[in-house]
């Protein structure tokens, strides 16, 4: 869905000005409203005398006879200058953001979490990261945004080794993660809290505001700006969350750690939309949730996690069908 804002302008111009512009053939669309004031001599009884009146109605013979009193607009149709970059991010298109998990191991305190795992997340894909607790999902977010780092195996941006990279260098590369239980400043606004990002990267406070607003803009959002943090809906609280995460000019793969987790199901439906319109302006997006149902229409691809190790991969359809994600994840009852 392109989105386009469209401005309309109003020119007051004098008859002079008119009379050039009907000499030079220019298509002017002219919006015009009458009024008259025409004297009356109706007259109102009451217990007292006879009190003249001024009947306000307007008469169109007389307005067109006479000419008095005439108030005239006249609005003029201009070109409109849209600017033709449809896309807020300035992605570059043409320039792979593949991201690589290449037989990644960890363990914590010497208890394996994952074990030779594997995924790629294509550019401008939903891939969705499953598995019951305690699977791994988690940690691996971690290890690709480098909260923590592998015991064996690489991880591969634009073709890049980043596993022994600091966290902000792989933020700066392009990619951010929205963890579970973590976002927002809560008594701060959402324009307050967009700011505080922004600013890292922006210098002008112009600028910033504007981007701002074209973000709040863009997605529907703009009722937001003025709100404190601890007033949004959930639904509202995880929008502003992922915008703050994506207000990183450097933005290409985004990590979402159970979005969904705790929303009602309208709240669900409005922010996998949301998602979907991400992935529309070219973001990769990697998404893990407990609720399979609640994401399984979005995905292009998912990975089902179990014991640290990679189960199933594929599309939805085949984990859907596959027995063993049946019998360790969706559970026996499951039917199509």
Known sequence: MKKQKITIAATIVSEHEQVKAKETNQNIFILKKEFAVVPDTKEILNDHEKVPVLNTEPKVDLIQEQDPFILKKEFEVIENKLSKESNIFNLKKGISKLLEVRKVSKSLGKKPILKNISLTLQPGKIVGLLGPNGSGKTTLFNLIIGKIFPDQGSILFNNEPIQNLPIHLRSLKGISLLEQHKGLFGNMTAEDNLYAILELHIKDKEKIYERIDALLAYFDLAYLKNTKANLLSGGE??????????????????????????????????????????????????????????????????????????????TTDKISNDKNAIKYYLGGNFRL
């Open 237 to 314: 609280y995880k929008k502003i969350s992922i915008l703050q995460r994506i207000c990183n000019p450097n933005i290409s793969t985004l990590l979402l750690d159970e979005p969904c987790a705790a929303l009602d199901p309208l709240s669900i439906n409005s922010l996998k939309e949301f998602i979907l319109e991400l992935k529309k302006i070219g973001l990769s997006i990697l998404i893990t949730d407990h609720n399979y149902w609640a994401i399984e229409n979005i995905l292009d691809k998912a990975y089902l996690i179990k014991d640290g190790q990679i189960l199933v991969e594929g």
